[in-house]
Structures are given as C-alpha cells and as structure tokens.
C-alpha cells in the first residue's frame, strides 16, 4: 500500500533539509548569538618589555575570552591617552580600561565617560580625581610592597657582607606615576630605620633603557667608587646601567649591589650571571584579570575594588636555576 504524503509535509520536510545543509554550510551553531562586548583599552606606551608583554597578553586574553579590543597605544603622552579615551566615549564602547601614564589631571575625561555611562577599570596605575567614584576598580601591581621587598633584600645583603655603611643610588620611574611614587615610599619607609642606609642621589630614569644608562654615567661621574647600591625601580633601566657600570671599571653584582624590579627574562638571566643581586617581581599578565572583570560588570556584577597580582622576589639567596621562563 503506497502511503500519501500531503504537499505540507513536504514542503515541512524540504524546509527542515535546507536548514540542516545551510547551517552546515555556515558551520554556526543553533544557539542565539551572544552580544559582543566591545573593550576600549589605552595603553601608555611601549617603553619597556614589561610594557610589551602586557599589551601583548590583554591581546591575547581578549581574544580567548571573545572580547573585542580596541587597543591604543598612547606613546608615552597623556594627551594621546585623553584622546583615546574620548574616542572610546565616541564610539560607546561597552567598557574602558586604562593603565594611566601618571597620576594626576584625568577628572575632565573621566566624567564624560561617567556622563556616558560607561565604567572604567584602572589596569597596572592607579590615579588621584578630585572626584570620587570615576572608577569602577584597579587591577595592578602593589608597588608600595614591592619597594619593601627591595629595601629589605638590601638590609639582609647589608647583613652578610657585614656593611657598616651603604650609600645607595636610586634611579626612578617616570615621574608621578604610580609605580614610580610607591616603589620609592616602600623603600624609604623600609631603610630609613636602619642607620646603615644613605640614599645619595635619585635621579629620574623614565623608565627607559637609555635613560637608565644616562643616569648611571651621571651617577658614576659624581661618585664612582663610593657607590655601594644601585636601585632601579625597573628591569629596562638596570638593564642600561649595566654596561655602564662595566665600561667605568666596576663589576656590578659585586663591587656594587645591584637592585632591580619587574623579573623580566632578560634581568633574570643578568641575575643568574650575577650582574644583578635581586629582583623584585611585577608581573605584567594582568589580561585575565580584566577580561574576567569586564565580563562582571556586563554582567551587572560588583568586583573588588583593588586586584593585586600575587608577586614575589628572586636573588642571589636562593637557587636561581628553577625559575621558569618568564614570558616578558
Ligand atoms: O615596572 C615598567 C613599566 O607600570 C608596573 O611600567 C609598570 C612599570 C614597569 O614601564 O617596566
């Protein structure tokens, strides 16, 4: 008995078929698209190799977690960073994150994004605002504690070589930034107690490698051998002053103790050579932390209001040889 199909049926069944092969076609899944989160991030600039692997991780991390970024790169100007965020405020962007080349003077542009309704994340500075509230979080580095773990590898280095005196030189961060301000308030509050300790010059290094050699060709001219200690608040900076140090006659590791911040590879393995005595770390993968967070407040959720990477410090006390690669 043959069976009747009605003209419905199979139309019904023609429609079915051409879903099934056109979303094979198209390789999509059935599921209802999620809307995009769209990301503005400023970046400061590209000084350093910290900086780098930290533009290169929030990147990569956009990417895995299905975020658009719109990334700038300020280059090394606040005003660039102004401009960004404006044209993030434009484009209404779903979130904006920052990392605030320094300190001061963002209140302006920051109560147009408020004024657009769009939150704000700090990532790796912190800022100071007339106004309260322009900020939903930061996510960064505790640079205050940073300085202590400097100072106080300096004390203990002080200890065993059985130093009766320490005259110490500091080169500094870009001026009025965050990691600059903290990483010399920790250091100071931490050697200032103990007698042992003179800070005899601080000079401003940019952050930069060729700043850092500047610096240290300025310092040694003024004090030469009476250097005891080099404090440099990052790895690109120390990283100048080495040779500098070298081309003047003095083993740096030895003839002067040698204090450096961030752990990038390329300090990491002047430690292991001993051209370094510590480094402090500060670690740039910040990305994960900041997807996650911007997908909280889409999510109309509360996030905590300072997010510190856990850090640590390496030296010429331990054994060095088990450091994995540190990807910056
Ligand atoms: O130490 C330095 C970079 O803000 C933590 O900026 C960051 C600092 C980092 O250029 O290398």
């Excluded at 099934?20 to 970046?43: D, H, M, N, R, Y």
């Excluded at 390329?266 to 996650?292: F, Q, R, S, W, Y």
């Amino acid at each position: 008995m043959k069976r009747r199909i009605g003209k419905y049926a199979v139309l019904m069944a023609l429609c079915m078929l051409m879903s099934v092969v056109l979303a094979g076609c198209s390789g999509k899944k059935e599921t209802p698209a999620e809307p995009e989160i769209l990301l503005g991030f400023s970046q400061l600039g590209s000084e350093s190799a910290w900086r780098i692997g930290n533009t290169r991780d929030i990147e990569e991390k956009a990417e895995s977690y299905d975020i658009s970024l719109m990334l700038e790169n300020a280059n090394q100007k606040q005003e660039n960073q102004i401009a960004a965020i404006r044209r993030f405020i434009a484009y209404q962007v779903d979130v904006i994150a920052f990392s605030p080349i320094v300190e001061e003077g963002w209140d302006n542009v920051l109560l147009e994004a408020k004024n657009a309704g769009i939150p704000v994340i700090l990532v790796d500075r912190d800022i100071n605002t007339e106004t309260e509230g322009l900020t939903t979080c930061l996510i960064g580095a505790d640079f205050y504690k940073e300085g202590v773990m400097a100072g106080e590898y300096l004390i203990r280095k002080a200890d065993s070589l059985e130093l009766d005196h320490v005259k110490i030189v500091e080169i500094t961060g870009t001026e009025d930034s965050t990691p600059m301000r903290q990483r010399q308030l920790g250091f100071m509050d931490t050697i200032s107690a103990d007698s042992r300790m003179e800070v005899i010059e601080s000079i401003n290094g940019d952050f930069l490698k060729s700043r850092g050699a500047e610096c240290m060709r300025e310092l040694l001219d003024k004090y030469g051998p009476d250097i005891d200690a080099v404090y440099s608040h990052n790895d690109e900076m120390t990283l100048g002053a080495l040779p500098e140090i070298e081309n003047a006659g003095y083993v740096p590791g030895s003839d002067m103790i040698i204090i450096s911040i961030d752990g990038g590879q390329e300090a990491i393995d002047a430690l292991k050579a001993g051209k370094i005595n510590c480094v402090v770390e500060c670690t740039p993968m910040l990305g994960k932390t900041l997807m996650e967070t911007t997908l909280k407040l889409m999510a109309g959720g509360s996030v905590n209001k300072v997010i510190h990477p856990a850090e640590t410090y390496f030296s010429d006390e331990m054994d060095l040889s088990a450091i994995p690669p540190r990807g910056y």
